[in-house]
């Protein structure tokens, strides 16, 4: 159990970090979906952004399969059932990042890190949502 909660730690101060350096190094947040979403919609003379949006994307990617493979840390197992609800989870976490204008990193991580309400706010939404989830695919769609 500690190990489990040492990875946790090690994992949570790792994202902090990497957080921290992206925004000293290029004043940019680490929130995924606009990193995501800039690699693939740069405009012309801004090749710079683009390629710095793909390199933290492939980082994100594989980053974790690497350590794994460093490790020999075994991967975790896939699941593979429901996979309509999978699909359709993705779907609503993509909506709401729009709607949200930003992601639980864009957001939990970077933006409470800079104390902003409009953060916290949305991390709290963020995160009853996942709760009112829980409680409803437990014990009412089980």
């Known amino acids: 159990m500690l190990n ?12 902090g970090l990497a957080s921290l ?3 000293l190094s290029i004043g940019r947040i680490a929130g995924i979906s ?7 919609s740069v405009k ?6 683009r390629l710095w949006s793909i390199v933290f994307v492939v980082g994100v990617c ?7 493979v ?7 197992e896939l699941v593979t059932e429901n996979r309509w609800q999978i699909a ?17 990193s864009g957001h939990g991580v970077c933006g ?16 009853l949502t996942a709760v009112l989830t829980v409680i409803l695919m437990r014990h009412f769609l089980s």
């Open 4 to 15: 489990d909660y040492t990875n946790a730690i090690g994992g949570g101060l790792l994202i």
């Open 21 to 23: 350096f992206l925004f």
């Open 70 to 76: 460093i490790a020999d840390i075994p991967v975790p």
């Open 112 to 127: 409470i890190g800079r104390l902003s309400l409009r953060s916290v706010v949305a991390t709290s939404v963020f995160m």
């Open 34 to 40: 606009g990193i995501l979403w800039r690699s693939l």
């Open 88 to 104: 359709l989870s993705g779907l609503l976490v993509g909506f709401g990042t729009r709607l949200g204008n930003g992601c639980t």
């Open 62 to 68: 594989f980053g974790g399969w690497f350590l794994h």
């Open 44 to 49: 012309s003379g801004q090749e710079s952004e």
